[in-house]
């Protein structure tokens, strides 16, 4: 593909804003398609379309405006991407969405490819939550839909699996003790390069990101071992574009992957400050077909979340040269909502 001039992102939070900015910094235009009026990326894309994304003609018209499309959040439905995709490029492809957006499948995948997860146990039937002991204490996930800590609930004591009705296809896990959280991100260009950032140290409260540091505090072997299997899950899966492993480490200093998130990541908003080129440049520069640009970490930086109404004193407040305060323009404050993040740069 020769590269493309408009991008299309589905999707209008956060990190489509970022992807704006990024976007504007190498001259590519954006058009954001989300269902939400209030999206704050329509402060930074050069057009805005809202409607539904099962509205077949807006989709059409959206799809004819650019010359490629991504998105910022995974669970768009996969017969919208495919519909998309009969008209114009979508990075990542759909299929990885069809992997991802199932806790299960994506576990299996992983799995199979000899990269060891938590132990788990998809659950498809009201019989497989009776013959789940093994795993308690653990976690049960809804497969589909869940994002911070939604729809996932602790199992502590095999009465607790008796508890539950099946209503939902789910994945047990089991609960393990955890060493560190740690994040790479990936991106991975059209002639399959890959270009990797260092791993990330992830702080989580009630199962909500709280804090990322980068450089993360680990051992060469799990630096790079974390990058080689963030390398081999991105070109397994044919990826192009940004992506993060999310990782455990338990407490045999074992690594294990969490999850994946085919998109840009929480986590990789501190490589706006930190680094020569942030996950959302290398993002736009991979989708759209531009030259490729090797990540250097510039500083060590931490980003620290704003939940809620947290972001209301951020607003008051002044900030030092080394502090980097990304308000997200939302405009509800709502409990557990990510409003906005703070980075700090270790001048
Ligand atoms: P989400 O899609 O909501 O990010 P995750 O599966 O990443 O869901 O879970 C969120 C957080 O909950 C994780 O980052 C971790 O802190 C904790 N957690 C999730 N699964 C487990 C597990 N099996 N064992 C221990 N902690 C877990
Ligand atoms: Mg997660």
Same mark, same amino acid.
């Given at each position: 593909?020769?590269? @493309?001039?408009?991008?299309?992102?589905?999707?209008?939070?956060?990190?489509?804003?970022?992807?704006?900015? @990024?976007?504007?910094?190498? +001259?590519?235009?954006?058009?954001?398609?989300?269902?939400?009026?209030?999206?704050?990326?329509?402060?930074?894309?050069?057009?805005?379309?809202?409607?539904?994304? =099962? +509205?077949?003609?807006?989709? %059409?018209?959206?799809? %004819?405006? /650019?010359? /490629?499309?991504?998105?910022?959040?995974? $669970?768009?439905?996969?017969?919208?991407?495919?519909?998309?995709?009969?008209?114009?490029?979508?990075?990542?492809?759909?299929? /990885?969405?069809?992997?991802?957006?199932?806790?299960?499948?994506?576990?299996?995948?992983? $799995?199979?490819?000899?990269?060891?997860?938590? $132990?788990?146990?998809?659950?498809?039937?009201?019989?497989?939550?009776?013959?789940?002991?093994?795993?308690?204490?653990?976690?049960?996930?809804?497969?589909?839909?869940?994002?911070?800590?939604? !729809?996932?609930?602790?199992?502590?004591?095999?009465?607790?699996?008796?508890? &539950?009705?099946?209503?939902?296809?789910?994945?047990?896990?089991?609960?393990?003790?955890?060493?560190?959280?740690?994040? *790479? &991100?990936?991106?991975?260009?059209? $002639? !399959?390069?890959? *270009?990797?950032?260092?791993?990330?140290?992830? &702080?989580?409260?009630?199962?909500?990101?709280?804090?990322?540091? /980068?450089?993360?505090?680990?051992?060469?072997?799990?630096?790079?071992?974390?990058?080689?299997?963030?390398?081999?899950? @991105?070109?397994?899966?044919?990826?192009? !574009?940004?992506?993060?492993?999310?990782?455990?480490?338990?407490?045999?200093?074992?690594?294990?992957?969490?999850?994946?998130?085919?998109?840009?990541?929480?986590?990789?908003?501190?490589?706006?400050?930190?680094?020569?080129?942030?996950?959302?440049?290398?993002?736009?520069?991979?989708?759209? %077909?531009? =030259?490729?640009?090797?990540?250097?970490?510039?500083?060590?930086?931490?980003?620290? %979340?704003?939940?809620? =109404?947290?972001?209301?004193?951020?607003?008051?407040?002044?900030?030092?040269?080394?502090?980097?305060?990304?308000?997200?323009?939302?405009?509800?404050?709502?409990?557990?909502?990510?409003?906005?993040?703070?980075?700090?740069?270790?001048?």
């Amino acid at each position: 593909m020769s590269q @493309a001039k408009v991008l299309g992102i589905i999707g209008g939070g956060q990190l489509g804003s970022m992807l704006c900015q @990024a976007a504007k910094k190498v +001259n590519i235009k954006t058009v954001i398609y989300c269902d939400d009026k209030n999206a704050p990326a329509q402060n930074f894309s050069d057009q805005f379309i809202n409607s539904s994304y =099962e +509205n077949i003609n807006k989709i %059409n018209e959206f799809s %004819n405006l /650019v010359d /490629v499309v991504t998105f910022e959040f995974e $669970n768009i439905p996969v017969p919208t991407l495919e519909i998309i995709k009969k008209i114009k490029p979508v990075y990542p492809d759909p299929q /990885v969405n069809f992997i991802i957006q199932n806790r299960s499948r994506e576990k299996d995948f992983i $799995n199979k490819l000899g990269i060891k997860t938590v $132990n788990y146990k998809n659950i498809n039937s009201a019989e497989d939550l009776n013959q789940a002991d093994q795993l308690v204490p653990g976690i049960l996930k809804t497969t589909t839909l869940g994002y911070d800590g939604k !729809g996932q609930v602790v199992i502590n004591e095999t009465d607790d699996l008796k508890k &539950i009705s099946f209503e939902n296809e789910y994945i047990l896990e089991e609960k393990i003790k955890l060493n560190k959280e740690i994040s *790479v &991100i990936v991106t991975r260009y059209q $002639n !399959g390069e890959c *270009v990797l950032y260092d791993p990330i140290e992830n &702080i989580h409260h009630d199962q909500i990101l709280d804090t990322s540091t /980068v450089p993360a505090k680990v051992d060469g072997d799990i630096i790079r071992l974390s990058k080689d299997y963030a390398k081999t899950l @991105a070109t397994k899966l044919n990826y192009i !574009g940004t992506m993060c492993v999310e990782y455990f480490i338990n407490d045999q200093k074992e690594l294990l992957v969490n999850e994946i998130a085919p998109r840009v990541h929480n986590s990789g908003h501190l490589t706006i400050n930190a680094y020569n080129i942030s996950q959302f440049e290398s993002h736009v520069r991979a989708v759209c %077909n531009l =030259e490729k640009i090797e990540p250097k970490l510039k500083i060590n930086a931490q980003m620290k %979340n704003i939940i809620g =109404e947290d972001i209301f004193k951020y607003r008051e407040q002044k900030f030092k040269s080394n502090e980097y305060f990304f308000d997200y323009l939302k405009t509800e404050a709502k409990p557990k909502r990510k409003m906005g993040h703070l980075t700090t740069t270790q001048d």
